[in-house]
């Protein structure tokens, strides 16, 4: 072989825009089954509850922990920077921000890509294996209405859901650190965040986790439908699904930082 | 009625089918035999529009179902009813909710309706009061009568069975067979079944098309086939006697 890397990278281009292409297309038909949403309540019902209810013990955790360990940091990353006083004054207020605009969002998408993006992908790529999908098609039930639309719809629909349940949950983990652990009182905190409070960081990260949640539901589907190879295509299936919506959300999220804020 | 005519398909570049010819009247029950991998379901699957052959026409009752849409494709659909291999039940839904779909999704009759109608199918293929069951919780022969009933469901005029006997023990294949040969009596619709085990085949089919090679080298009713003095059937048939 003369050129092999640019045959490799050739193909991994051309594997990418193809995958964007198929992607493209199942977002299309998607989009064009409106009416499903209605027609499928049970099943798009159900759906909500997985993504959404089911996951909120993950997404308390991960919230907790993140506002914790962000007062920590801002608390040390100020020292130096700030006057002593002055550290505290802008504790909340610097740590809201983050959380409202990146950190809940971002988090909790990966958190949700991990978990529903991966477990959609698990779900159909069996169902494709085992000719279920087959079987759909041939009783005349088109299996993007009757599968892909309702985890679409509860994957953009909740996610925004969880991220405002993780912003109250992450402020009040770093509330509990600033009060325990770095002496800034109620007070002092929560009016530092109220002082520099914006709605459009809250509506920006929404916007996000709305794109985020229906991109990891859309390629959770996508792969899940693609999958083949028995048991063991499954298992490759889940893997690429959460690569894939982990990519996409940090992708993303920069395109949308950019045009939001 | 069922014309296929020059039904050409290849994945990459394997050719499967090369060229199938065959007319199935209404009514008929007919078998497709023939070895592993001969292209026997990626025939039937392409009967009921699930892969785009490469070159060829498949008529259903006139209409040529390799160059419609989508739309049209599922209204041919809704004459078929068809039987997988592995049943292909959906595991997230009771034996009731999977034998009820079809109706629950193309019409709008109420569910007390619609389960009355399934406990009739069910009893049709021996499973009365099940409906409460997970596929999980099924042997593989239950499964495949439930498969049934849910084909069955909206009174299909013609019935694909993909291997109906395979991975079955030897009395549970028996109970399968006599199942089909009586609905193939009772309700007189056309049937087109896909398998390698010529005691099912003579036992659910009254014609038997054998392909090899990508074509149908043999056409013919069964006694024909078992009379037939074509060395390639009779060492189909003999294989298939010494069990390999």
Not at chain 1, 10 to 36: C, D, N, T, W, Y
Not at chain 1, 65 to 89: E, H, K, N, R
Not at chain 1, 189 to 203: C, D, K, P, T, W
């Amino acid at each position: 072989m003369r050129f092999p890397v640019s045959r490799t990278v050739g193909g991994k281009v051309i594997g990418f825009f193809r995958e964007l292409g198929v992607f493209s297309m199942l977002l299309g038909q998607v989009i064009r089954h409106p009416a499903g949403v209605f027609r499928n309540r049970r099943l798009t019902t159900e759906q909500m509850v997985r993504i959404g209810v089911e996951s909120l013990p993950l997404i308390t955790v991960m919230s907790v922990f993140t506002g914790a360990v962000s007062a920590w940091q801002a608390s040390y990353q100020f020292q130096g920077i700030l006057p002593g006083a002055t550290t505290t004054d802008f504790l909340g207020a610097a740590v809201s921000a983050a959380l409202l605009i990146e950190l809940c969002p971002v988090l909790t998408g990966i958190v949700i890509s991990g978990r529903t993006g991966a477990s959609i992908a698990a779900e159909l790529g069996s169902m494709r294996v085992t000719e279920q999908i087959d079987a759909l098609e041939t009783l005349a039930i088109d299996p993007v209405r009757f599968l892909a639309v309702p985890r679409f719809t509860a994957g953009w629909f909740m996610m925004p859901i969880l991220v405002v349940y993780s912003y109250w949950i992450a402020h009040f983990g770093a509330f509990i650190v600033a009060f325990l652990m770095l002496d800034v009182s109620g007070p002092k905190f929560f009016n530092s965040v109220q002082e520099h409070f914006h709605l459009q960081n809250v509506i920006g990260g929404l916007v996000k986790a709305a794109v985020f949640g229906g991109g990891t539901a859309l390629i959770g589907c996508g792969v899940g439908f693609a999958a083949d190879g028995g048991a063991e295509g499954v298992g490759k299936a889940t893997i690429r699904a959460f690569v894939l919506s982990a990519a996409f959300i940090l992708i993303a999220d920069f395109v949308l930082a950019t045009i939001l804020f | 009625m069922i014309e296929i005519r020059g039904l050409h398909k290849r994945f990459g570049d394997k050719p499967v089918l090369g060229g199938v010819d065959l007319t199935i009247p209404d009514g008929e029950a007919l078998v497709i035999a023939g070895r592993s991998g001969c292209g026997k379901t990626v025939l039937l699957k392409s009967v009921i529009g699930l892969i785009r052959p490469d070159r060829g026409s498949i008529r259903i009752d006139g209409e040529d179902i390799t160059v419609m849409g989508r739309k049209d494709l599922y209204r041919v659909r809704m004459k078929f009813g068809m039987l997988f291999q592995g049943a292909a039940l959906f595991d997230s839904m009771t034996v009731e909710e999977n034998v009820g779909l079809p109706l629950r999704e193309h019409t709008r009759m109420p569910w007390p309706a619609i389960r009355r109608k399934v406990e009739e199918k069910l009893e049709l293929v021996g499973l009365p009061g099940i409906g409460a069951t997970k596929p999980a919780e099924l042997s593989g022969g239950m499964r495949k009568r439930v498969g049934l009933a849910r084909a069955l469901m909206r009174d299909p005029s013609i019935i694909l069975y993909d291997e109906p006997t395979t991975g079955l023990d030897p009395l549970t294949s028996v109970k399968i067979n006599d199942l089909i040969a009586e609905m193939n009596d009772r309700l007189r619709i056309t049937s087109i079944a896909v398998t390698h085990d010529m005691l099912s085949a003579f036992k659910i089919g009254k014609r038997i098309a054998m392909l090899h090679e990508g074509r149908v080298a043999f056409d013919g009713s069964v006694r024909e086939f078992r009379r037939s003095a074509d060395p390639m059937v009779r060492r189909f048939l003999e294989y298939q006697r010494d069990g390999i």
